[in-house]
């Protein structure tokens, strides 16, 4: 594991699959079975529990809960203080207790602060503003903010220009999209809005 970084206050459990070039900083722990791609930032004191999963080069800021049923694709940003959740009828000691899958999907950013219900998928590229609360699905290229979040604008691939909601395919990746993100980054925009229905 060249050029990977595990911080001496940090825990990375034994079965963590850390990919090539990962940062893991103070005090943070990762537990068995998660998977982080390339080139993942993992920040101070966050948690990243049993079988999650956080693709290529996303950054997990300080103090971020990312708990068991969470998957986070590439190129992703979460904000600090994070917190994801897993369980939609929490109660201590039930026995039916399942954990219901959240998913981020590819080139979304989650601001500060934000909270995200379990069993809700976040678009690609998709932007939470800080602080928002999250219950429900957030499509591709799709700004929410609030209590609870609610579609709000669309956001342009490097999220510099917020959009109607009727904005056409072409308009969501635009010269200052070119300009600001990276070659993989771009790219990345191209093919996802290409696939999108």
Not at 54 to 65: H, K, L, P
Not at 183 to 191: C, G, N, S, V
């Amino acid at each position: 594991m060249s050029d990977t970084f595990v911080h001496p206050s940090a825990f990375v459990e034994a079965g963590a699959n850390l990919g090539e070039g990962c940062k893991i900083w103070h005090f943070a722990q990762v537990r068995p079975g998660a998977e982080l791609g390339a080139r993942v930032s993992i920040g101070k004191d966050s948690y990243v529990d049993v079988g999650v999963t956080i693709g290529e080069g996303s950054r997990i800021q300080n103090q971020v809960n990312i708990y068991a049923g969470v998957k986070i694709g590439s190129w992703c940003f979460v904000g600090p203080a994070v917190v994801f959740t897993n369980d939609q009828l929490p109660r201590v000691g039930n026995k039916s207790w399942k954990i219901v899958e959240t998913v981020v999907e590819n080139g979304a950013s989650i601001g500060a602060g934000a909270v995200l219900r379990c069993g809700i998928r976040v678009g690609a590229f998709a932007m939470i503003g800080a602080g928002a609360l999250v219950t429900k699905d957030v499509p591709p290229f799709t700004l929410v903010i609030g209590h609870p979040a609610g579609d709000m604008k669309r956001v342009c691939a490097c999220g510099q220009t917020i959009l109607p909601l009727d904005s056409e395919r072409k308009d969501l990746l635009r010269a200052c999209c070119k300009e600001n993100m990276s070659d993989a980054t771009y790219d990345l925009a191209q093919t996802t809005l290409t696939s999108l229905p």
